[in-house]
């Protein structure tokens, strides 16, 4: 799991180029979506640590290179720190993530993790002094809802035994973490460009993970190697994708396109583990949706700034 910056619209594009963005959009989703089945891969035969531990190491050195050949400088203290604290954050967020990905099927762990922009709402009223608004009271109810119904749909086709529990547990955990991911993102895209993230964030949460190594390492043998390379891939690929077309469209005609990630879920679970997808995770993923788009609506005043 690795989440995306929004940055501000850098200039108008002309109409007959509008649709790129969106377009650009779907494919990063999508690419993110593989990334997620890749990783799920990898992390069944050599575990979750080794597999993320892997992917940032060889995300670094692919991007870092970019990083320093378009002029790269050594960030301030006070950017770095924030690049320090939003890199730790997504190293536990991630684990956890691909920790739960093993034990849940593809779609339902990405509809739980929907709920991560209605639980930062709260964050950011804690941490930044924002306003709750009523609409988004409505939302995180709907989002409660949402994961409510997924549970229970789980419940009523399979027996929750202890996998199943460890997995919920861990994605409910990586979900509070993605959420204060959120907020971190807020300020580091107002001090760093996308590269500079995507280097330091592969490079301290590879930093973060890398004393756990001499107990949780595995070193994996060709055909996870192979997923874990792909998925780095992946993973810058969709990074780039999404920073181009966040910088060129404005983030309120993007985000609805994010919720494509349960129908790319939904088929690559499909594809790749011959995974179900049950009417509970179906009906639990719109109410979130839902209720993120609630949450997302901008109030008349707020759209003429």
């Known amino acids: 799991m690795t989440r995306r910056n929004t940055r501000p619209m850098a200039a108008a594009m002309l109409p007959e180029h509008r649709q790129l963005p969106i377009l ?6 999508a690419l993110f979506a593989a990334m ?20 940032t190491a060889i995300g670094l050195a692919v991007v870092a290179p970019f990083w320093l050949g378009l002029g790269g400088r050594w960030p301030a203290g006070r950017v770095l720190r924030i690049h ?3 890199g730790i954050v997504v190293a536990f967020m991630a684990l956890t993530f691909f920790f739960a990905l093993v034990r849940l099927p593809l779609a339902e762990a990405i509809a739980l993790s929907f709920v991560a922009p209605l639980i930062a709402l709260y964050l950011a009223a804690i941490l930044l002094d924002e306003t709750i608004e009523r609409r988004a009271v409505v939302a995180a109810l709907l989002g409660l809802a949402g994961v409510v119904v997924i549970v229970i749909g789980k419940l009523g086709t399979q027996e929750l ?3 199943a529990l460890l997995g919920l547990s861990a994605m409910a955990f990586s ?11 807020r300020e580091q895209a107002l001090v760093a460009r996308p590269l500079e993230v995507a280097t330091f964030q592969n490079g301290i949460v590879a930093l973060t993970l890398l004393p756990l190594a001499p107990l949780l ?20 690929g969709a990074a780039i994708a999404l920073a181009w077309a966040y910088a060129r469209a404005e983030a309120q005609v993007l985000l609805p396109i994010e919720y494509s990630a349960f129908l790319w879920a939904a088929l ?8 179900e997808l049950g009417p509970g ?25």
């Open 161 to 163: 035994d202890r996998d």
């Open 268 to 275: 690559f679970g499909w594809l790749f583990f011959r995974e």
């Open 36 to 55: 997620d089945a890749f990783m799920k891969s990898a992390s069944i035969v050599v575990g979750a640590y080794s597999a993320l531990l892997l992917r």
């Open 84 to 86: 320090l604290k939003r």
């Open 24 to 29: 650009v959009t779907v494919a990063g989703i």
């Open 175 to 185: 979900t509070l973490l993605y959420a204060w991911n959120l907020v971190i993102q």
């Open 281 to 305: 995770t179906v009906a639990g993923a719109a109410l979130i949706v839902i209720g993120c788009w609630i949450a997302a609506r901008r109030r008349p005043e707020q759209s003429a700034l």
């Open 217 to 236: 390492f595995v070193t994996p043998e060709a055909a996870a190697l192979r997923d874990i390379g792909a998925a780095a891939l992946l993973a810058t």
